[in-house]
């Protein structure tokens, strides 16, 4: 699949917020670099529960992707957005890469200002301290 097709897949998971969707897209050796944590998060289970959170936290009626440029020769694309949290707006970049069989293999994600990292941060910690208990 090409990067615009493996896209639309992503869209239809921000619009849907299906779990078992975003489990199906996900490559088992798949890794997450947060914008607050240091180390990259590696393999399906520690990105499904970060990208999980992000769904709740940061996926509220304001969010938007506001650019994208893809790169179907590379297999990944960048998407800028926005949203407000908490009347912070928040402005950030996800950076996808596929692996050949379109799971997504690669998941980096750039927030700013620090204003809004801080909020984020904040929020994202209460929501993966709920989602282990």
Do not use: C
Not at 14 to 41: C, M, R, W, Y
Not at 62 to 81: G, H, K
Not at 82 to 98: A, F, K, Q, T
């Amino acid at each position: 699949m090409s990067a615009r097709d493996n896209l639309k897949v992503w869209h239809h998971h921000i619009e849907n917020k299906s779990q078992s969707g975003l489990s199906d897209q996900l490559a088992d050796d798949a890794v997450f670099h947060s914008p607050v944590v240091h180390t990259p998060q590696a393999g399906k289970p520690i990105v499904m529960a970060y990208l999980s959170a992000a769904d709740v936290v940061l996926g509220n009626d304001s969010f938007r992707y506001v650019r994208e440029i893809v790169d179907d020769q590379a297999n990944m694309a960048m998407l800028e957005f926005e949203l407000e949290l908490d009347e912070i707006h928040v402005n950030g970049v996800d950076i996808i890469s596929w692996n050949e069989e379109g799971k997504i293999q690669d998941f980096k994600v750039m927030v700013r200002p620090l204003k809004a990292i801080n909020k984020v941060w904040e929020e994202m910690g209460k929501m993966l301290e709920k989602m282990k208990g």
